[in-house]
């Protein structure tokens, strides 16, 4: 898109923009929730109160912090424990992943896919 067509577009939306603004300026009830607020907040500085102090006095469970739920950490299954036994040599090698240096050393010598033709358990 070319810089003169950005413009104009960004143009436009802004426009669009401040007409909704002044839509909502004339707006009544916007009016008098911007009273109401400036109304609270000066009560509020008069008595030394925030809103969570009101929360809190109005609706105590409110500020009681949620239940603790337990995290999906620790309900994984635990691995298997694989055994791989070597035809050639008779080594024995026991895993739960696949991580194992010994077992990544035979699949880079015979292969992946011979290595666990090899799994006993």
Not at 24 to 44: C, H, N, Q, T
Request: charged share 30%; proline share 4%.
């Amino acid at each position: 898109m070319s810089k003169l067509a950005e413009f104009r577009q960004l143009e436009k939306h802004l426009a669009e923009q401040l007409e909704a603004l002044e839509t909502l300026k004339g707006d009544a009830g916007l009016k008098k929730e911007i009273e109401f607020e400036s109304k609270l907040r000066a009560l509020l500085a008069e008595y030394g109160y925030s809103l969570s102090n009101i929360i809190n006095l109005l609706d105590p469970q409110t500020g009681r912090s949620t239940p603790v739920v337990k995290s999906k950490a620790g309900t994984r299954k635990p691995r298997q424990v694989k055994v791989y036994k070597n035809p050639y040599t008779g080594e024995v090698i026991e895993t739960k992943g696949g991580n194992h240096k010994g077992l990544k050393e035979w699949k880079a010598e015979h292969g992946p896919d011979t290595v666990e033709s090899w799994l006993t358990k």
